[in-house]
């Protein structure tokens, strides 16, 4: 026991003093910060000048609405961000004053002209707006066929076909316009189509009884996943890098000859998630201090975080932390140098990706079956499972039954990378194969 | 001397990874208070077996015995071992280095921490107690790794190659301190290719080869079953009576010596006399001892 906490406390000391820890656990909060907020910046930013519309309109009756639809700035489906919008204000915003925000956030303007035929073919024009376009006179056209009432179809043609927001934009504001025009002719009052399609006030409440925030709390789910995902990562990798320099240095001769190699592995992993504690410890404190400071008189809006959000915040990197770094552990013993460590543990990372990538699925749908069985499995669940629980918390005996994998999950791990470890650690010259790994595991 | 109980023993003991046979039934016993050397070409076996006494891996067949006990985990502690591939972490301090593989052997607090700078003085390595691993040269980590071995006082040392590495001061220092332990009661088992270090410093000697003892008993005795006969000689004059085949077997040239190896039950005092007679000036006339290294090399290719 004593050997086992020798070794936690050098692993623990040794890590805490280097001057990665202090970089990392100081320039950790304004990297993490960048990668939640730089993205949604730049979805917000546009490159400055107002986008440029032309609009042929062959039915001659319905460029009045389509100009006023598109300049009037409604996000794309209108009805439907309204709605959401609505669910994540905070109660006392007003959806007109949501939209304006939704605009400044996205910040496009529009501008539209309107291009008469006069006598030409729209072939004609097409290709003088095309010329247009290229000259940069112009970002894109419409083209409202004569028909546009009837079939419902119209055409738009931009610079930058890839601007999704433009593209949707601009399909909306035609819908709203070709159904204005047809709710017109059939003599419906269009005061009264307003008032009917008025958005109901949704008012949502989180689960335990307080308001949630649907942004914030995406921000918030986005950000805890996110942060496990490095931490793990990051972790995972010191786990790997200690082992294999014990085993390149034959260091592990020594420490076997003074102890078993199960202490010594899991004093190993127990030592580096101190570290990680410590770390993340130091980055909770500092948190709480800037909300506290935030909440006296700043301007700043931080998301209100739940205390338990914390605790599973903790379990959850706990449970991705043994079970990646126990996986780390054994790769580490197989190989006999760093950058074959590199390659090996290529899968690993791939997986945590993939558990990363999966979060835009869980944070929209948190109930979702993929949602469910991702937060299942153990290698995806440290993020799946805390942002299913930031954004919409499950049921608790789904938190418990994927914690409960999770343990199993490591205990087996474990077990494994024990018997692989100890023969592993003394095996020099080359790479270990998948089958000697095999009858390692059997023979001991 | 004989009756003193080993402070090792293998019995019967046997160890094969996979169809690899690396140690084959393997029995020696190390007596204490002596140097044990175990000799033998790359690839014999010794590291295995070394492994096997440290309680690194676990032999398939036989047993191992320490200090009377079957070896168990808490034995461990009453061992130093300076392996062949040796390592220390590289960024790490020299003085928390010591103080870690110290608490791996149950040694900590002051009196650890006054053995290891006690050991550190005695190996010009004091000054370097606050340097990191990869500021050291390479004899001084060596040096390093062999306080590592001797620092919680192990009633059992065994060091595997320690010469490698060394300049011939420190071949000589460490060469001291070995003894030093011996004379301080220690059992030490000295592995290495250097048979000049070998002969010097060990009483015993077993020979390992290809997973098989080829050799095993005290160094003096085995060397004098080896003898073969043979005298080093310096003279000048006549030499005629060298080649005389009822007397003389082989001669050859070695160095400034000219050594003569007799036909079997020809007496060294035999060739004094007719060399005397035959008015040659001899200057040195040595009965030759076979060294280790013929030893050595012999059995190994007597197996080749």
Sequence with gaps: ???????????????????????????????????????????????????????????????????????????????????????????????????????????STYVVEEVRLNG???????????????????????????????????????????????????????????????????????????????????????????????????????????????????????????????????????????????????????????????????????FFTFSAWAAGGSSVPLPQIPAMLFVYFVIYFLMGYFVYATVYAVVGSMVTTTQEGGQMALPIVLMLVAGFLLSRNIIRSPNSSLSFWTSMFPFFAPITMLMRIATETPPLWQILLSLGIGVATIIGLVWLAARIYRVGMLMYGKKATIPEVWRWVRQS | ????????????????????????????????????????????????????????????????????????????????????????????????????????????????????????KKLDLFNWKDKRTKELSKGMQQKVQFITAVVHNPDLVILDEPFSGLDPVNVELMSDTILEQKAAGKTIILSTHQMEIAEKLCDDVCMINRSHKVLDGKLREIRRSFSRNAVALQFQGEDGLLNDPTLVASIRQHGDDTEVLLVPGASPQELLRRLVEANVAVTKFELVEPRLHDIFIEKVREVA
């Design chain 2, 1 to 120: 001397m004989e009756d003193t109980k080993p402070t090792l023993v293998l019995d019967h003991v046997s160890k094969s990874f996979g169809d690899f046979i690396a140690v084959s039934d393997l029995s020696l016993q190390v007596r204490p208070g002596r140097v044990f050397g175990l000799i033998g070409p790359n690839g014999a076996g010794k590291t295995t077996t070394i492994r096997m006494i440290v309680n690194i891996t676990a032999p398939d067949s036989g047993r191992v015995e320490l200090f009377g006990q079957t070896m168990s985990t808490a034995m461990q502690d009453r061992i130093g071992y300076l392996p062949e591939e040796r390592g220390l972490y590289k960024r790490m301090k020299i003085g928390e280095q010591l103080r870690f593989f110290a608490e791996l052997k149950q040694l900590r607090g002051a009196e650890a921490e006054k053995r290891i700078d006690t050991w550190l």
């Design chain 1, 120 to 286: 030409r073919s729209v072939g004609e024009i097409r290709k003088d707006l095309e010329t247009k376009i290229q000259s940069h006179e112009l970002d894109g056209y419409i083209l409202l066929p004569a028909n546009v009432l009837k079939e419902g179809q119209a055409e738009f043609r931009g610079r930058n076909a890839a601007d999704v927001f433009t593209v949707s934009y601009v399909a909306a504001a035609i819908s709203r316009a070709v159904r204005g025009q047809r709710l017109a002719e059939a003599k419906v009052d269009e005061k009264f189509v307003a008032e009917a399609s008025e958005p109901i006030k949704l008012r949502t409440t989180g689960a335990g009884g307080q308001e949630s925030k649907g942004e914030a709390s995406f921000y918030l789910a986005f950000g805890a996943g996110l942060l496990i995902y490095m931490s793990v990562l990051l972790y995972g990798q010191f786990v790997l890098g200690a082992v294999i320099e014990e085993k390149e240095t034959r260091i592990a001769e020594i420490l076997f000859s003074s102890m078993r190699a199960f202490p010594l592995m899991m004093g190993k992993l127990i030592g580096v998630s101190l570290v990680a504690l410590t770390q993340l410890g130091i980055w909770g404190l500092a």
């Design chain 1, 1 to 107: 026991m004593r050997k086992f906490l020798a070794v936690v406390k050098r692993e623990y000391v040794q890590r805490v003093r280097t001057k990665f820890f202090v970089v990392a656990t100081v320039l950790g909060p304004l990297f993490m910060a960048g990668f939640t907020i730089l993205p949604a910046m730049m979805f917000g930013i546009k490159s400055g000048a107002p986008t440029r519309l032309a609009v042929v309109d062959e039915s001659g009756t319905m460029y009045e609405r389509v100009a006023k639809e598109i300049t009037s700035g409604k996000k794309p489906r209108d009805e439907d961000v309204v709605q959401a919008l609505d669910q994540s204000s905070s109660g006392n915003n007003n959806a007109k004053e949501k939209i304006e925000q939704a605009n400044k956030l996205s910040g």
